[in-house]
């Protein structure tokens, strides 16, 4: 499985930036974010189907976890960002021969990683 994520930029706080990862394979896709500092967290995850969706409390109602019709491409729409949503950002893939519907939040849960896309807000 290549994972390739891209998206991430400079952004004024209360502004979107839309992330993308490119994934092959039937899998169970995450997105995680990781501070200087900071534990990796999963801040989105989304199950094979895509009817099982996961939101960290800080980022609900503002992020929004999406796969593309033919699930190789997974999104995460980012709206009313904040200077502490900046991170470097990484999409993960955990792969699944069982129910389409599971979600998984853990760092050791998922397989595979992608590069990391840096998103900045500023105040």
């Known amino acids: 499985v290549q994972l390739q994520a891209s998206g991430g930029g400079l952004v004024q706080a209360g502004g979107s930036l839309r992330l993308s990862c490119a994934a092959s394979g039937r899998a169970i896709m995450g997105w995680f974010r990781q501070a200087p500092g900071k534990e990796r967290e999963c801040v989105a995850a989304?199950?094979?189907?895509?009817?099982?969706?996961f939101y960290v409390d800080s980022v609900k109602g503002r992020f929004t976890i999406s796969r593309g019709n033919a699930k190789d491409t997974v999104y995460l729409e980012m709206n009313s960002l904040r200077p502490e949503d900046t991170a470097a950002y990484y999409c993960?893939?955990?792969?699944?021969?069982?129910?389409?519907?599971?979600?998984?939040?853990?760092?050791?849960?998922?397989?595979?990683w992608g590069q990391g896309t840096q998103v900045t807000v500023s105040s």
């Open positions: 989304i199950s094979w189907s895509g009817g099982s969706t």
């Open positions: 993960a893939a955990k792969i699944t021969y069982h129910s389409s519907n599971d979600v998984y939040t853990g760092v050791h849960e998922y397989d595979y």
